[in-house]
């Protein structure tokens, strides 16, 4: 079975352009979350998606946003890149939610440089 | 408050003895559930070990283990045997029950490097 894929693996922006990552969850798992990691901040959750509903956010500006498709692969997309949102950006899946265990699988990540 | 603790930056053990990396937890949740996980330098965040707030036992999975103390809110990682490929960052982290909500709340992390 395949693993969460996202891509690209590597990004470099300039400040103030916008960008797009994708992430393909585990086959039949319906939700995908976002992560945000940097040094500064450590690992912050930025929002869930299930059954293409925005389920939950975190606490990030508007500049955030996602969506999920019909096949539950998952988007999230930065406008006006700011230098801070330099970060690897973690999706993971789950197969279900609203249960006190459930294993959410991460991918490898999208690593975002912003200059 | 942080939801979760890890308040050792770093720690070092020698290769085939056991390490206790620390987590503390807050919540007023009574369900929840606590996970563990290794990230090593390629990014990716591999799942160890979970420990459901409900649960008796203590989890084990293969060299590692959860201690769960519930009044003292900590869920501390043990990892027997250390191996070289067992140096990492390792992140304790914590999804509340009440929600339903597939978001994790994670520690800041810490570094384990296995000595030779």
Redo the contacts between chains.
């Keep these: 079975k395949a693993g969460v894929t996202q891509t690209p693996r590597y990004l470099i922006k300039t400040r103030g352009q916008q960008v797009t990552l994708s992430c393909s969850p585990i086959s039949g798992h319906r939700s995908v979350s976002w992560y945000q990691q940097t040094p500064g901040q450590g690992l912050q959750f930025l929002f869930e998606y299930f059954s293409e509903t925005q389920r939950n956010k975190g606490n990030f500006p508007g500049r955030f946003s996602g969506r999920q498709f019909s096949n539950s692969r998952s988007e999230m997309n930065v406008s006006t890149l700011e230098l801070g949102d330099s970060a690897l950006y973690l999706c993971a899946s789950s197969l279900m939610r609203d249960r006190a265990y459930n294993e959410q699988f991460f991918g490898p990540g999208t690593r975002l440089t912003v200059l | 408050a942080q939801k979760i603790t890890q308040t050792q930056p770093g720690m070092f053990v020698q290769e085939k003895e056991a390490v206790t990396l620390d987590c503390t937890y807050d919540t007023s949740d009574q369900?929840?559930?606590l996970?563990w996980?290794k990230q090593p330098s390629?990014?990716?965040?591999?799942?160890l070990i979970?420990q459901?707030?409900?649960d008796e036992q203590n989890a084990t999975e293969g060299r590692y283990s959860l201690n769960f103390q519930k009044a003292r809110k900590s869920a501390n990682l043990v990892i027997s045997a250390s191996q070289l490929g067992d140096s990492a960052m390792y992140?304790c982290?914590m999804?509340e029950?009440r929600?339903?909500?597939?978001?994790?709340?994670?520690?800041?992390?810490t570094r384990l490097t296995v000595i030779p």
């Design positions: 369900s929840y559930g996970f996980y390629s990014g990716e965040m591999i799942f979970y459901g707030s409900y992140f982290a999804r029950g929600s339903g909500a597939n978001n994790l709340f994670f520690g800041t992390g």
